[in-house]
């Protein structure tokens, strides 16, 4: 390296160490000059705080001093409470509590607050330490020290979340309200102290045929607008003055009607608003009540349709409230109990009329109706004039809107003549049962009095036939033969008429009856010839009933059948049917037939089609009259010379 380079090199190094030296003295002058400012700044905050403590302290809101670069330097105890920070202990920038969405916002005001020096009315979200987003509204400016620079910036900030969530709160019920006002079934129009209108719905355009949205009758005058719509109405000018008179009155009026010209009817309502002493405007309400009038003039009309009915009808119809007192009666019941409704109406049902009881039994009734419940019952009654009369009561309550039992209503009919009737059929059940038994008595006597002569004549006939044995002819003997013959028919006779007025004579004694033990039994007691057959298609039922009378009831059936047989071959079959509240039974044989025009006949005593000598034509009038006593029915179809089938339902 030659001399030149080496001095080159060494001017470099002088100028480099002059330059660090430069550097280390500017930044030395700067360091001193930011420790002053700090030193300025901590003392103007010293000095501002002692001037403001007393003041800051004690204010409700939140006070916050923060540096130019976002450091808070001083918290009161409002904002301490508020934001949860303790910056005696912890440092904090202010960038820490804004919101994260309002970042650009926060940076917007802040830069405004460098330009001018303050900002007002400044409202955002910020965290607190527990991460609790709060709203808040803050006012700043900034702090100058003596030389008028800009050292700091300090806020009064206030906690309105509670505010925001009523003001939100109370835009979404004026949205929620003005839905309503829009959509509601009748007209709106609200105006304003100066008759401006400030607002009104769909259904005022609708009812008025304005083609236009409710908006756009905003501020419009409604005098001018009433005007203008009083063509509508059938009577223009008396639309207007009564719209006139009821403003000019400034009171409230409800249900005004008004008439348009398409037969639409209105119901108009006014009511002012006041504020203190001060009016504030006024509320018109329009209704379409047209169907509401029609339905009203059609009940109406009903209702004096049922009205005359009542009034009129052969029934006594009586209204009373919970105390039991008249409230109404119509001219029947005037009628029926001599009373005119002036004497009745107000007094007391059950202290008027009723006699032998009577007031015990409507007092028991009128609680049923006040538990809501509905029957009929009879009273005996002295009428005003002293009349004994029976009455049939039916009584039901009486219920208001809310469905709350407010009385009763009665339905009289006057039932004396039935009354009367009923009980002279009383007295002659009492004379037919007594007749019955004596009928049965005599029934007994008779049969005793006449079988005892027939047994005497029959065995005088057997002396005088043992007496004169050898001496008789033949013809005689045919006689003597004729009269046995008859004897024995006449009592067979005398033995069926006390079975015949025996059966039903008394109360028949139920028990559950096997019939297919009976049915057993009647064919081991019968005389069944060996040609015939009897079968049973299957088991019969057991029922309640009397064994001893269907026993008889089968076997009449079963040996009429087995008599009247006349093929080689006989044939008897006995069936069942389950029906709902009986059983219907069937026994067919293949016998003679029956004549369709006997059908009818052969169930009435005495009826006999055969005069055989051991049909006394009582058999199937016995059988009629098990089966009525066992509520059933019986009948018969038959074909000549095919055979009979005789049909009977007994009740299960």
Request: with cysteine.
């Amino acid at each position: 390296m030659d001399q030149n380079q080496v001095e080159i090199l060494k001017r470099a190094l002088d100028r480099e160490k002059n330059a660090r030296k430069a550097a280390e003295k500017i930044l030395e002058e700067k360091s001193r000059e930011l420790y002053f400012t700090s030193q300025k700044l901590e003392n103007l905050l010293n000095e501002k705080s002692s001037e403001l403590q007393g003041v800051f302290e004690n204010i409700v809101d939140a006070y916050v001093v923060i540096d130019l670069n976002g450091k808070i330097l001083k918290f009161n105890e409002a904002a301490t409470k508020l934001f949860g920070y303790d910056i005696d202990k912890e440092g904090v920038n202010v960038a820490k509590l804004i919101h994260k969405d309002d970042f650009q916002y926060a940076e917007e005001c802040f830069n405004n607050l460098l330009s001018h020096g303050f900002f007002k009315d400044y409202e955002t979200r910020v965290y607190t330490k527990s991460k609790e987003v709060k709203w808040v509204h803050v006012n700043g400016s900034i702090v100058f020290d003596k030389d008028n620079k800009p050292v700091a910036a300090q806020g009064i900030v206030r906690d309105i979340t509670e505010e925001r969530a009523s003001a939100e709160k109370l835009i979404e019920s004026e949205s929620r309200l003005a839905t309503l006002v829009l959509n509601l079934d009748s007209g709106i129009i609200l105006e304003d102290e100066n008759r401006n209108i400030v607002l009104t719905n769909t259904k005022f355009c609708e009812l008025f045929k304005i083609d236009a949205q409710p908006s756009d009758l905003y501020g419009m005058d409604c005098a001018t607008a009433s005007e203008k719509n009083k063509v509508l109405f059938k009577n223009p000018e008396g639309f207007i003055q009564r719209m006139q008179s009821i403003d000019k009155a400034k009171e409230t009026v409800i249900g005004d009607e008004l008439e348009m010209l398409d037969g639409t009817i209105l119901e108009r309502n006014y009511m002012p608003i006041n504020i203190g002493d001060k009016s504030k405007g006024f509320l018109w309400t329009f209704t379409d009540v047209t169907l509401k009038r029609t339905y009203r003039k059609r009940l109406e009309a009903q209702r004096q349709k049922y009205f005359s009915i009542i009034a009129n009808m052969n029934l006594g119809l009586v209204e009373v409230n919970n105390d039991d007192e008249i409230l109404m009666i119509n001219q029947s019941f005037s009628e029926m109990s001599g009373y005119k409704e002036e004497e009745l109406l107000g007094k007391k049902s059950r202290e008027i009329y009723p006699i032998e009881d009577g007031s015990e039994i409507i007092a028991k009734e009128h609680e049923k109706r006040r538990r809501g419940e509905s029957n009929s019952y009879e009273l005996k009654v002295k009428t005003k004039q002293g009349d004994i009369r029976y009455w049939l009561i039916s009584g039901a309550p009486n219920f208001n809107l809310n469905g709350d039992v407010v009385g009763s209503i009665g339905v009289h009919l006057d039932i004396t003549e039935l009354k009367e009737l009923e009980l002279q059929k009383e007295k002659l059940l009492i004379k037919l049962e007594k007749s019955n038994d004596e009928l049965q008595e005599y029934a007994h006597i008779v049969s005793h009095d006449l079988k005892s002569p027939l047994r005497s004549i029959d065995a005088l006939v057997s002396w005088l036939k043992e007496d004169n044995k050898g001496k008789l002819d033949e013809m005689s003997l045919k006689n003597f033969e004729l009269i046995e013959a008859t004897l024995e028919k006449m009592e067979q006779l005398i033995t069926d008429v006390l079975d015949y007025s025996s059966v039903g004579a008394e109360k028949i004694e139920t028990e559950a009856v096997d019939l297919d033990k009976i049915l057993s039994d009647v064919i081991t007691i019968l005389y069944i010839p060996e040609h015939i057959n009897i079968n049973a298609i299957h088991p019969l039922p057991t029922l309640k009933g009397d064994a001893i009378k269907l026993q008889q009831l089968f076997q009449n059936l079963i040996s009429n059948a087995v008599k009247f047989i006349d093929k080689e071959e006989g044939i008897i079959t006995i069936d069942f049917e389950d029906l709902k509240s009986h059983y219907k039974f069937s026994i067919q044989d293949n016998g003679i037939g029956i004549d369709k025009q006997f059908h009818d006949k052969i169930f009435k005593i005495f009826h006999t089609l055969n005069k055989s000598k051991d049909s006394t034509g009582i058999g199937l009038s016995i059988v009629k009259k098990i089966v009525d006593l066992h509520e059933g029915q019986i009948w018969l179809e038959s074909q000549l010379n095919v055979g009979t089938t005789f049909y009977f339902t007994l009740k299960k």
